[in-house]
């Protein structure tokens, strides 16, 4: 099964900018979709964005449209999200997440057999 480390996350001011990496080991990483979640104190995980196996395809919550980009570079096992414009209300755990390998994109949790161990991203007003 493939094991998830992400990085990147910390404290900016709103309006401030970050990226966040995901690096896969352990399994067919370019055959896999893959997917961030995010996690407020007190509330449940929220799907942010997924990306298909070649990165031809994503989709976002639409409270980070225009705001977010995830993608992927499939020769460095890693997925990225840019995270510009942030908000305190993006304030929140981040994971990264792999679905079965072959899937559809998903955005529900339940759908992701795999985790990282999440990076604290903390937007300041």
């Known amino acids: 099964q493939v094991q998830l480390v992400e990085s990147g996350g910390g404290l900016v001011q709103a309006g401030g900018s970050l990226r966040l990496s995901c690096e896969a080991s352990?399994?067919?990483?370019?055959?896999?979709?893959m997917g961030w979640f995010r996690q407020a104190p007190g509330k449940e995980r929220e799907f942010v964005a997924t990306i298909s196996w070649t990165g031809g395809s994503t989709y976002y919550v639409d409270s980070v449209k225009g705001r977010f980009t995830i993608s992927r570079d499939n020769a460095k096992n890693t997925v990225y999200l840019q995270m510009n414009s942030l908000k305190p209300e993006d304030t929140a755990v981040y994971y990264c997440?792999?679905?079965?390998?072959?899937?559809?994109?998903?955005?529900?949790?339940?759908?992701?057999?795999?985790w990282g161990q999440g990076t604290q991203v903390t937007v300041s007003s």
């Open positions: 997440a792999a679905r079965p390998r072959r899937s559809t994109m998903a955005t529900t949790s339940a759908g992701y057999d795999a």
């Open positions: 352990g399994g067919t990483f370019s055959n896999s979709v």
